[in-house]
């Protein structure tokens, strides 16, 4: 990364949108490293137990749109004040009142899925102020805010162990408000930003099948990042009987993985092209995801395969997004809650269906599985888009970035 990134745009800002972004992400994701914890207090199935912490993963990606919108036609940071203002009233009603049933550990999770709509604000933030040679590595730095995740796999199981996981809630309220005021006073929307787009315009992105294939491709890299996130604490308690906080602690180290691969990923697009880099990855996650998916008996080698696998996934996630705004730089604000949105619901799919495919059967191997054979799909529609894209909107005539 040259000296020329970083004058090319505004790092103040693009700082706000990773800490705004990071913050988000560790409070939209909470409820799975706590999951074991409530599901052992609220008396939840498997399966309930995962649809809970699924629950934010899906309202977050339906937000995503929502506030996709409103950044349109207000602006980012408007849009990000709102948001988060709305994740910190929520949290301070869940703790001062307490969760005492499946329903309402539900409702919270609709709420936090404010959190997971912070996607549609923090990257066109972030991606607005960057010129198209630099927005890899721009997107990336952003969107590897999603190393929250990293933060609550950490630290809320061993919290939720001392204080009681309702009190989680209250603690995530001091890192929230401090961001919220750093966001609003140092955070600053480009002079340079495209005009509000209306619904007609979402209609309009979802008939280009492009705009498809980018929707399947990140529901796969980020859906699967994701999902496999929320399940990991359960499924290293269940698979290895660890208690939660080794669990998080081996959750963590997994989607640490994932979410520093993140800005890589886009900076590894930009000098080698963002398809050959996304063939790569996903060749290397569904792999990995075929010999976890064989029940090893040894968890040391499974937490290494998951590794592999979320280093992967974290760079294909940079790798989409290098992509995107290069097919769609008059359009990034609503491919950007599309792209978005569809892979936050490849995450509620895949921690919804390892939880029933577990309830099931007694064990995740037909989730893992399939989930490695969807990325094994990727791959080949990838390669089959692959030689149209670079020959008209990937020629050098059309931009100077490599995909």
């Known amino acids: 990364m040259n ?17 705004y972004f990071d913050l988000s992400f560790m409070v939209w994701y909470v409820l799975g490293p706590l999951g074991v914890q409530i599901a052992a207090d609220l008396g939840l199935t498997t399966q309930q137990r995962a649809f809970m912490i699924a629950t934010p993963i899906l309202s977050g990606a339906l937000l995503r749109l929502v506030l996709g919108v409103l950044a349109d036609h207000t602006s980012p940071k408007t849009a990000g004040l709102f948001g988060q203002v709305v994740v910190i009233a929520a949290l301070l009603v869940a703790w001062l009142h307490g969760i005492q049933s499946y329903e309402q550990a539900l ?3 609709l709420f936090l899925g404010m959190a997971g709509a ?30 929250g995740t990293v933060l609550a796999a950490l630290f809320a199981p061993a919290l939720a162990t001392t204080f009681g996981w309702s009190n989680v809630f209250g603690l995530a309220l001091i890192p929230l408000v401090l961001t919220l005021i750093i966001f609003a006073s140092v955070a600053r929307n480009a002079p340079q930003r495209p005009a509000p787009k209306s619904f007609a315009d979402y209609l309009k992105a979802l008939g280009d099948r492009d705009c498809w294939w980018f929707m399947f491709f990140y529901s796969v890299t980020f859906g699967g990042f994701l999902g496999l996130a929320s399940t990991l604490p359960g499924y290293f308690h269940d698979q290895y009987a660890f208690d939660p906080v080794k669990a998080g602690y081996y959750t963590a180290a997994c989607v640490f993985a994932g979410s520093m691969l993140r800005p890589l990923g886009g900076a590894l697009a930009d000098r080698i092209g963002g398809i050959r880099s996304l063939l790569a990855m996903y060749t290397i996650a569904a792999v990995c995801l075929f010999v976890v998916g064989l029940n090893l008996p040894s968890a040391s080698a499974a937490l290494g395969l998951f590794v592999i696998a979320m280093l992967s996934l974290g760079a294909g996630n940079g790798a989409v997004f290098q992509l995107v705004p290069q097919r769609f730089g008059k359009e990034i604000g609503v491919m950007t809650g599309l792209v978005g949105m569809a892979g936050g619901i490849g995450g509620f799919l895949l921690t919804a269906g390892l939880g029933a495919v577990k309830q099931a059967t007694g064990n995740y191997q037909m989730g893992l599985w399939l989930f490695a054979s969807l990325g094994g799909l990727a791959w080949f529609g990838l390669y089959a888009v692959k030689l149209r894209w670079r020959t008209t909107w990937g020629c050098a005539a059309m931009t100077a970035a490599r995909i």
Request: net charge positive.
């Open 3 to 19: 000296t020329g990134f970083w004058k090319s745009g505004h790092t103040p800002t693009l700082f706000c949108a990773f800490l």
């Open 107 to 109: 409702l919270l999770g």
């Open 118 to 147: 912070s996607f549609a604000v923090a990257l066109p933030l972030a991606s607005q102020w960057y010129p198209p040679r630099h927005q890899g590595t721009a997107m990336g730095i952003a969107g590897a805010g999603n190393s």
